[in-house]
């Protein structure tokens, strides 16, 4: 898909001003630069911004800020464009600040347990970082070996161990934005606890880069857990895997990640990292990945077994436990890349879709049928511990959503049962540019137009990652 | 202090209107509903709304709403009354909407962990229910027994699990709530992860019921641990005490509550419910309280075994083991009750600062240092894992500390320390009314403005407990 966005916002008087902002080498122009920042890892979409910035301070930033408000110049801010819901394509053009040169962590304080950092850090270094002082952040995307922190926190982000830990939200204590009229504040204070006006904090974050930009993160930490134990179990039924895993919950467990993935995911993944860790044999429909962690090793196989024990009721097959650290180095790396995967064989379509965790096999059953009904083949995985299935999806001719009227109808259909079943569009993913057309099966009018007047507050020329989760009217 | 709102807003008209909507009996004006409803606990402030109204659903309240917008009558909310800012106090006149009938817990889905209840249940009898079926809703303000769940959300309410277990906002998924215009909205969805659109659940949790009426709430849960130790450890020096607290953090311990309570508050309670459960010897400057939750009693004995080795470090004086279940209430009960002894002997005035927890020594030497220079006695308790330190003013002759310039000064004084600290004013009590005067010490005029924006699209015409948190410019 090509750009159809207005050109020429940009003048040689703002490139000049840019230039002299934040240095003429981090002013990008060439065809090169302006295709590698117009994509993400959404769907097929390719946009064009007309300049890219790489500024270094919010202060760059508010000046960029201020000059592009003045001039009504669209602006999209960037992480690491891991993005799978298109909050970074340049869809209007402009300019693009791409946060990548902002990438210190600014302090560890062990004192408190809290992190400062900057949005460009990649979360996994970050957490290495902390664990390196025996701390731990546990949000990580599967893209956390090349994913930014600024944008997790925008996405509000979750990943496998938001399970037993919670997503980005319930980490972050504080934030240095750069509102879209250039002004700089901070959100809230470095506590754990704030009831201090409203949470503008918790407003930002999952707020998709439309409100301001990021430009300093406090994040909470806690002890790093001492030990994990993972195991692999073996499903000859979607359903029963999917029933299991409110299972465990209901028995009284609560993992420190519980991830499904359907054969055919794994299948492929085994192939495209070259693989043979995961038996992937025909009686097999579905896997569960299960991982227990605390301080106390007995109580950790203690729970294992326990939960082992449980899953015979759900026709678990020959449960595989990870014996060492490559082997569940491994199992990880095959559950981080499926999506990766997926996507070359033809899956190019992703949804992240969220229910309540019981309600995962009437989810799984309906977007079989929709399948059927609408001539594609998805796959699903996911986190299936909270309930947030992905869905890849493969069409055979239609590759993007964003823009096919035909892929748009089965997603309003599915977006449809989703509600029904107490969920909703996305749970880790964002709204972005390519779920926009559906907000409507969840939200009602009166939500959607509180959402239009805080984007005003805050970007009263709707200047900043406009037209992302909605437009205004 | 007497009230000064305009008079005369809620016309015969008004009251009859009422009246047929949600039935006669549950419309007062007599003098003496008026008075009961006109004060909350906040310092001795006394206040009248015009007319009490007792509805029972959400689209009663809806009928109200639409009513008050359409003739710019003031709406205050109230849950139990047991607020500490003033949040509920009805300064303006006008309706006051009491949530008292709207009592039922409306399903406990064993399924998800999820129970959805109205508001006006009070906190403990929710507990109390979920625990029945091995669930936990940890946040419990010490007012536990007869503050409302929908009180809790509009302070975003702590207590002494959250240091553990984290905060209301924490917990809530989703809400039902009346609009200022009369709209009735859900803010979000019944799940664990959500990435669409703003978070209007984390906008509304702490809002101090001035963005909307909550009418019913969706709670996570999560499997009640089966045990939990308990331990009094007293301390020579306030500083020691404080100083121990962050120890404990870093050591890698995550108690499930860490509770500081300052000698003199102890004394006053010891004598106020008859117990001579705590020793209150001239040694001793003040106490922590430490429990420990989980499902290992040997780990959580070895846990304790660690921390009290560790305390040693910090010249702890001999350790009190609470042996059972009769022994844990006791200890509960004095701290949870310190509040309300305190103010029975002249601690009128109560602050809710709140620090990053390694700072805790140096707000306690600020407060201390306060009531010499302005002529009051403080005790200080609360939970000192969050760094949330309740700061309870004796002062001679002021007794509120609302619309006296003189307390205004030293308060003043005290949230400058706090915000260099890296704090803020209220870590669960909320602004309400009588924080209102110090917002501009912990935000800058652009937080500010963006709230009162965010007001205003909720609330066009300022009806709903207008003038808490801030005024409309």
Known sequence: MQATAPKGLVTAEHLEFFKATIGEQYVLVDQESLTDYGHDET????????????????????????????????????????????????????????????????????????????PGVITEVLQNAVKEKGLFYPPD?????????????????????????GVVKDYVLNLEVVLPTGEIIWTGANVLKNSTGYNLTQLLVGSEGTLGIVTKIVLKLIPHPQYDLLMLVPFASLEKASEAVSAIFRAGFVPSALELVEIDALKIVSTFVDSTAVPVNDDIAAHLIIEVDGNNMDVLMGEMEAISELLTQFDAGEIFFADDAQQKAELWKLRRRVAEAVKTTGYTIEEDTVVPRAELPALIRGVKELGRQHGFHAVCYGHAGDGNLHIRINHPTIKNSHGNAEMTAALTELFHLVKKLGGTISGEHGVGLIQKPYLDTVFQAANLRLMREIKKAFDPNNILNAGKIFDLQ
């Open 43 to 118: 769907e097929r979409l390719q946009y064009y911004p007309e300049v890219v910035l790489k500024p270094r301070t919010a202060e760059e930033i508010a000046a960029i800020m201020k000059c592009c408000n003045q001039f009504h110049i669209p602006v999209t801010p960037r992480g690491a464009g891991t993005g799978l819901s298109g909050g970074a394509l340049p869809h209007l053009g402009g300019v693009l600040i791409s946060s990548e040169r902002m990438n210190s962590i600014l302090s560890i304080d062990e004192r408190n347990l809290q992190v400062i950092t900057e």
């Open 141 to 165: 995307p599967s893209s956390r070996g090349s994913c930014f922190i600024g944008g997790n926190i925008a996405e509000n982000s979750g990943g496998p161990k938001a399970v037993k830990y």
